[in-house]
């Protein structure tokens, strides 16, 4: 028997979970559910689309329902009100608000019996758990994130609202000599200058001011004043040409001493380097998914994180087959 | 309130596991159990150590047993037998006896309801947990696991035991070529003399035959044959100034695809650095101990591995801690 799932929200997202459920052979794609007109929805798969008004029709045919909305607006109204009714897997990602999502998406899924896996990705998500192991094992360290390099979705758009920007991909960028210093094991205070460096790919329109669109960008507070920012002019075929993708990844590192006078040091490294950050994403929400079917067929209920799930869940394979095999 | 951990046998991993307690707020070392004379053993940090036949008389004291013993021959009598009173963790790590292992500590562990946490560490251990979390992500790829650069005890211990060697230590060094075709995402099948080499230093005795001591070295069926060996002979003095170390570590690798046509590449990278093998497998298995103690406080028991135990458990920190700063 495989599990039933439904893709709410038809993006980037929602199109890397429709591949990914196909890569599991105990997983199977039960539908789309969008706000768009479904007529006008064209799937990878040529899976049904339905109406998201409707998906309450649907109730008894979703095992879980992966929802692959924004975390702006989309994922704090529709991860509740989805917990009311199915076992749902979303990849919130506003580091300060999960608290408060948490509790909100909590009180629904306990209240319906379901499961409600939350904030399952990769930052949140990967990154988190190895920065929880990492500091249970080695009390005595310090844990670093370093991110990139990859594109960051949130400081492109940035760059397009200035004036006379056509458009503009920006890239987050790990500094090698800060990489190296953390796995040396000094454990160094780095700050964010440090850390990142950020790299941006420009088109400009036609008689556009670049020397004022290069200094808006250097200087915007929040997303480049405190970093090292480079800004390259590039026409929009090149774009399209070379910077198609959405490659993304990064480290997590923590270094820690152990011994009776701390005089033996460690390094743990967990790093991603991702062709596809919307795909990976999809690919984790989809293991989450097979991990919230079964705590729910387990008689579990109410809001988890990665934190609250036993590994094992994740996997197709039987307890006995991961002990011989994986252990 | 803190956790009260005891420790069944006085070697490396003991002594490691001695000096982790200390590191944790939540733990207190109750006590060393040994079948040595408790008199003639001197601790680290002075605790009290007791004759391990009388450790039932010390049964209320102990909300958790690490027993340090050897896999070949410790673990497979004194982990079933202490999990009939305790809760215990060990670092059982003869993989293909796991299952045996696991069987036999569940019946014990379920009968006495009490938790027993097996083959806790880092291979088994995080390794494991790594293959596992990067195996449910990317159905569609291959995992790859390198040891080394460190110390094989039994590499080492079986250049030993060839006539005319006084000591000798065995380091495992993963080949650099075989670790970036694997990053490439190039997916290689690899041999065993493709993925790691051997290198020994060897401490000859006077007048020792060390052409044949080299040739039994590298001939050696199982350990050395299907490896590209090095031979250095050195004096005692070097190997003690210069290899007096446990070092350890390694990489689990995995690499798949995703996308409707796997077009897209991703590469998951777990690396382990370590000054001392036994120390960071001790603090592993001290995180594990919280583990074991809070799951059968929460009612749970039976015999898990790192596969069954959800993170949160492994962490001094509450959940809404852990939601606000480690998601």
Chains 1, 2 share one sequence.
């Not at 929880?132 to 005595?140: F, G, Q, R």
């Not at 000599?177 to 780095?190: Q, T």
């Not at 799930?309 to 006995?320: E, N, R």
Request: proline content about 4%.
């Amino acid at each position: 028997m495989t599990i039933k799932i439904a893709i709410a929200g038809y993006g980037n997202l929602g199109r890397g979970v429709e591949a990914a459920i196909g890569q599991n052979r105990d997983t199977e794609l039960y539908g789309i559910f969008t706000r768009r007109d479904p007529a006008s929805v064209k799937t990878l798969t040529g899976v049904q689309v339905f109406d998201i008004k409707n998906i309450l029709d649907h109730k008894d045919n979703i095992d879980v329902l992966i929802i692959c909305g924004g975390s702006a607006t989309d994922l704090p109204t529709q991860t509740p009100e989805y917990a009311k009714y199915f076992n749902v897997v979303d990849s919130f990602d506003t580091h300060a608000k999960i608290p408060e999502h948490f509790a909100n998406v909590d009180a629904c899924a306990k209240a319906s019996g379901k499961i409600a896996v939350i904030s399952a990705g990769w930052d949140p998500g990967m990154f988190s758990l190895n920065r929880l192991y990492s500091e249970a094992i080695l009390p005595d360290g310090e844990s670093y994130t370093f991110w990139g390099k990859g594109v960051s979705q949130g400081h492109s758009d940035a760059i397009r609202r200035i004036e006379g920007v056509i458009d503009a991909r920006q890239y987050t960028i790990p500094c090698d000599d800060a990489l190296e210093a953390v796995r040396s094991g000094k454990n160094p205070s780095l700050t964010t200058r440090e850390k990142h460096t950020r790299e941006c790919f420009v088109v400009a329109a036609d008689g556009a001011d670049k020397a004022r669109i290069e200094r808006e960008i250097v200087t915007m507070p929040n997303y480049f004043a405190d970093y090292d920012t480079t800004v390259h002019f590039i026409t929009l075929d090149e774009l399209k040409r070379d910077h198609a993708g959405i490659p993304h990844g990064g480290f997590v590192i923590r270094s820690g001493n152990t011994g009776i006078n701390g005089e033996n040091n460690h390094v743990i490294e967990y790093s991603l380097k991702l062709d596809s950050n919307p795909e990976f994403t999809s690919s984790v929400l989809v293991a989450y998914a097979r991990a919230a079917y079964r705590m729910n067929n387990d008689g579990l209920c109410g809001c988890k994180t990665v934190f609250d799930i036993a590994p094992a869940y994740l996997s197709s394979k039987s307890g006995d087959e991961l002990r011989e095999k994986l252990l």
